[in-house]
Structure formats: structure tokens, C-alpha cells
């Protein structure tokens, strides 16, 4: 029998829990929770798209144990969203999914004190490939004007095992590799590359054996011959999920805020 999950810590900066944003027919009810800074607003709002190769993971799963504290004091709300995984649904039904949170989070921006004008997203590991493609194919309600991507996958069409149904890409797809070409190549961010994407910010390990720093390099490589910007912030040392990082997960935290201050004209609190 596994090990019992450890009880939650609070989170103190909880506005708006268990916000139910889309009910596709058939599965459970997709719900976000929000975090809003004190003040009238109007915020500007970053989604946190947790990972766990989409198989496994929860909104309330974060890397940065104090990534709402830190957010919230430098003036941003933050968006907690579900998705479905991919024993749940397979690609891109996850796509629908952050699209549909993007979407209800604009149609109460009023009402919730966020700016509509101010979207980015944050993902780590499978959720910043989520996350790349709700920046690149957003347009109209489910745009985003920054995106985040920790550690996360640029290319689902080269990746090894190309024959294994049981990889987790391949579960996320609903077959091998080798069989979902064309899909593994709509659901990878390096394939979908246009000029007119939003700012990017790659925050990668230089030691990652699960997605290659390489990857990160060539995904910039690419946005940047689209006239697109695009920054890679390597990270010494670390593996996947920052493993043996010479810096505290927070430090990268406080970074990516910079970055978004600049990209959307933030003043902090």
C-alpha cells in the first residue's frame, strides 16, 4: 500500500478556492484556485500549470513552497489550474483545458480585481509544455502575453522510445510515438513557432537528463528566428524539477517575476 499524501500546508494567500471553470461532458468539473493581492487592482494574473508528466500532479503541487507568497507581494494574482490527465483524457484535450481557465479568468477579470490585459502562465515539466502551447495558439479570450517554462518539453515528436506505448507522451497521445506523428507535432511548442508569439522566459537545469537543456536552447534558437523574444536563464548544475541547483528555487521565482515586470509594464506593490 503507498505511502499516505502529507497533509497541505495552509495556503495563506487563497482568495478563490475550487473555482469550477469548465465541466466537459463525461469527466469531473475543472476548477482553479485563485490568489489575489490586497488592493483594488486591476492585477495582472500568472496561471501556475504544476507537472508530473501528465499522468500525475495537482494544481496545489509547486516547486517554490513560497511561490504565492513570493508572487502576490510583487503584486501578481496567481491562477492554481487543473487539467485532465492523460489516463483521464488523451492530447489535446489538456489544451482545452488551460484554454477554458484562461477564458473564465477573463470573463470575471471585473469581478476578481485581474487585469484582462496582463495574462502569462507559468509551467513546469509537462505543464510548460501545456503552457507553451496555450502561448503560442492562444488568440482573442484565451491569449496570453508572457509565458514561463521551467524545465519543459519543446518537442514530443523526437523524443526517444518511439515504439513504446507506455511512455508517458505516448499515453498523452493515445498511442506510440511513431504512430501519432502528426499530433505529436501539433502538441510540441517547437513546431508551432510564429512571429507574432508572446515574450518567453526558459528557466532549465543544465543537467537535466529528462528534458535536455539543448531542447530549451533550441526552442530559443527557434522563437528568436521569428523575431520573437525569447530568453534562456540556464540553472547550474540542476537536474529535472531543479535538483541540485546551486540556487534556491526562489531565487528563480523572484526572476521570472522580474521578467514579467518588464514584459508587462508592472510597477511591484
Given at each position: ?21 469548465s ?23 500568472v496561471?501556475?500549470?504544476h ?19 513570493r ?25 482545452a ?5 484562461i ?17 502569462a ?17 492562444g ?18 515528436s ?33 513546431h ?21 537543456f ?56
Amino acid at each position: 500500500m503507498p505511502d499516505p499524501q502529507p497533509v497541505p500546508e495552509p495556503r495563506k494567500t487563497l482568495t478563490h478556492a475550487g473555482c469550477v471553470v469548465s465541466t466537459p461532458f463525461g469527466y469531473r468539473p475543472l476548477q482553479l484556485d485563485l490568489h489575489v493581492p490586497p488592493g483594488d487592482g486591476p492585477f495582472p494574473v500568472v496561471l501556475w500549470i504544476h507537472g508530473g508528466g501528465w499522468v500525475g500532479g495537482s494544481r496545489v503541487w509547486t516547486v517554490d513552497q513560497r511561490f504565492h507568497e513570493r508572487m502576490v507581494a510583487r503584486g501578481y494574482a496567481v491562477a492554481d489550474v487543473d487539467y485532465r490527465l492523460a489516463l483521464e483524457a488523451t492530447y489535446p484535450a489538456q489544451q482545452a483545458d488551460i484554454d477554458a481557465a484562461i477564458r473564465w479568468l477573463r470573463h470575471h477579470a471585473a469581478a476578481l480585481r485581474l487585469d484582462p490585459g496582463r495574462f502569462a502562465a507559468l509551467g513546469e515539466s509537462a505543464g510548460g509544455q501545456l503552457a507553451a502551447i496555450a502561448g503560442l495558439t492562444g488568440t482573442g479570450d484565451t491569449a496570453l502575453q508572457a509565458v514561463i517554462l521551467w524545465y519543459g518539453a519543446g518537442d514530443l515528436s523526437s523524443l526517444r522510445n518511439q515504439d513504446d506505448p507506455f511512455t508517458n507522451p505516448a499515453l498523452l497521445l493515445g498511442g506510440p510515438l511513431a504512430e501519432r506523428a502528426a499530433l505529436a507535432r501539433l502538441a510540441s511548442p517547437l513546431h508551432n513557432v510564429h512571429p507574432d508569439a508572446p515574450p518567453f522566459l526558459l528557466v532549465h537545469g543544465t543537467e537535466d537528463e529528462i528534458v535536455p537543456f539543448a531542447d530549451a536552447v533550441g526552442f530559443a534558437a527557434a522563437m528568436q528566428a521569428q523575431g520573437v523574444r525569447c530568453e534562456v536563464l540556464p540553472v547550474e548544475g540542476a537536474g529535472h524539477v531543479f535538483t541540485g541547483a546551486s540556487v534556491e528555487v526562489g531565487t528563480l521565482t523572484e526572476t521570472g517575476a522580474d521578467f514579467l515586470d518588464d514584459v508587462l509594464g508592472h510597477a511591484a506593490i
